[in-house]
């Protein structure tokens, strides 16, 4: 009999790419999955799938009291739906996760997609920080399974809790399609959540002396800022905020883009320090070049095949690595050469036997 499997994340289940690729690589691994969620004012109609899906949603939408709410109505849930394995997806869902398994006696696999109690939102508030820190020290200690997304917090996870745990690294489904021309005038993408500590304000200053367009896709508490910003700029024409896009759709207008955008600040916490974020393969897949931090991961990376154009977070330095881009062909070419033979190595496809290999695994 197949075993049954359930993931809990606190994102909205249409946009969360990385969770719908792992629900549906491991249902076509015979598991029966359920993936549960957030529902939010704006969430959109779930395509159909290969899995079940749940999504709660909650009358707080933000800070303590979501998280609050949102564990205590997925454990009023886990009352009537038992699992064979539950899987917390990062520390915020980790609790009510922690707490079913224990009271069903069935395994905990942990996915710690980042170092949440280093997250810019975190790091600087020692209160918030510690409650996080002990449940990410319960969920590692419980845990049958655990598995993170980069090198540098494997390292750091292992040498924190005395425990293997597995690298998943987070890459899209490979595209081996013709390259989409890009369009006229060419724009930069930036994709992702609009947060603090993404680099975005520095970008728009540099975009003054850039002759080309940006296009935002995604959501988050700062864009009502950005979009001030981009109008004392006199960047409003310049700039583009699409919000939350459908993945789908997001492919396409990735692969029409001269180059991504994938900034960091520095002195923000470890998880940024040693992120591998999603965007970085979704413009590899995509065979366009980008503006990318040097941090270990990307530095590493890099070494193996160069995708990007390092940069460190500064004006000036992110409009010299933007101005290249668009006027040095041959740097440009090289890049775009690179990220086309990148693609073929850097996916899923290789990702996902690794996941399904740790799951067979489980007792």
């Given at each position: 009999m197949a075993k049954s499997l359930v993931f809990t994340v606190t994102t909205d289940l249409t946009h969360d790419q990385r969770m719908l690729r792992i629900a549906s690589t491991l249902a076509q691994a015979g598991y029966e999955v359920?993936?549960?969620?957030?529902?939010?004012?704006?969430?959109?109609?779930?395509?159909?799938t290969l899995f079940k899906t749940h999504r709660i949603r909650c009358h707080f939408l933000k800070g303590p009291f979501f998280y609050l709410e949102y564990n205590l109505r997925l454990l009023g849930w886990f009352l009537t739906h038992s699992y064979d394995l539950y899987g917390a997806i990062d520390t915020d869902t980790a609790l009510a996760a922690l707490t079913a398994s224990a009271f069903r006696r069935k395994p905990l696999i942990y996915d710690a997609h980042e170092l949440f109690p280093e997250l810019p939102e975190v790091v600087h508030r020692p209160l918030v920080r510690k409650v996080w820190s002990v449940v990410e020290r319960l969920a590692f200690t419980r845990a049958s399974l655990a598995y993170t997304v980069s090198g540098s917090l494997v390292a750091y996870f292992e040498a924190k809790y005395c425990r293997p745990v597995h690298l998943v690294q987070n890459m899209p489904l490979r595209q081996l399609g013709p390259l989409v021309r890009q369009q006229e005038p060419p724009y930069f993408i930036y994709q992702g959540a609009l947060n603090e500590g993404r680099g975005l304000e520095t970008l728009l200053l540099a975009l003054q002396h850039v002759p080309a367009r940006l296009v935002v896709c995604g959501e988050g508490p700062l864009r009502g800022r950005l979009q001030q910003m981009t109008h004392q700029l006199g960047l409003q024409d310049q700039v583009e905020f699409k919000g939350n896009v459908l993945p789908t759709d997001l492919i396409w207008l990735t692969a029409g883009a001269w180059a991504g955008i994938m900034l960091?600040?520095?002195?923000?916490g470890l998880s940024y320090f040693y992120s591998l974020a999603n965007k970085f393969f979704d413009y590899v897949q995509a065979g366009i070049p980008q503006v990318c931090v040097p941090f270990p991961e990307y530095?590493?990376?890099?070494?193996?095949?160069?995708?990007?154009?390092?940069?460190?977070?500064?004006v000036e330095e992110v409009k010299t690595a933007l101005l290249t881009l668009l006027h040095?062909?041959?740097?440009?070419?090289r890049l775009r050469q690179n990220c086309l033979m990148a693609r073929t190595e850097w996916c899923w496809e290789m990702e996902s036997q690794k996941l399904t290999a740790l799951y067979n695994e489980i007792k």
């Open positions: 359920t993936l549960v969620g957030r529902l939010l004012p704006q969430s959109l109609e779930m395509p159909a960091l600040e520095e002195n923000r530095q590493r990376l890099n070494a193996q095949h160069e995708v990007a154009l390092l940069a460190r977070l500064g040095n062909q041959e740097t440009y070419l």
